[in-house]
């Protein structure tokens, strides 16, 4: 079993800065790509940030230049730090993690339970 877990979402003013967490646990081999989506009211699913297992990062257009992806191989652990928040970047964030559960197993993404982020004065 195979298990992400989020932490770090909550309320910040316009302009602020809050660090998002996420941790795999379980039966890991390896894992590949780690990021975050996020999801709005009334709108769809999109990408924010990717990171390859090598640290080769990616970002969205609109997040590019205030938020900063990272990971910890060694605790299996992807962040992203946010900072100059706008009320824009209000939405459900989830993580997600390509993991190989054994060495002769196809990969699959997991997904982790999603936090509220909440830009507004």
């Known amino acids: 079993q195979v298990q992400l877990v989020e932490s770090g979402g909550g309320l910040v003013q316009p302009g602020g800065s809050l660090r998002l967490s996420c941790e795999a646990s379980?039966?890991?081999?390896?894992?590949?790509?780690m990021g975050w989506f996020r999801q709005a009211p009334g709108l769809e699913r999109e990408l924010v940030a990717t990171?390859?297992?090598?640290?080769?990062?990616d970002y969205a257009i609109s997040v590019k230049g205030r938020f900063t992806i990272s990971r910890d191989n060694a605790k299996n652990t992807v962040y992203l730090q946010m900072n100059s928040l706008e009320p824009e970047d209000t939405a459900v964030y989830y993580c997600?993690?390509?993991?190989?559960?054994?060495?002769?197993?196809?990969?699959?993404?997991?997904w982790g339970q999603g936090t509220q982020v909440t830009g507004s004065s």
């Open positions: 997600f993690a390509d993991i190989f559960r054994t060495s002769s197993e196809y990969g699959r993404r997991y």
């Open positions: 990171i390859t297992s090598g640290g080769t990062a």
């Open positions: 379980g039966s890991i081999f390896r894992i590949d790509d």
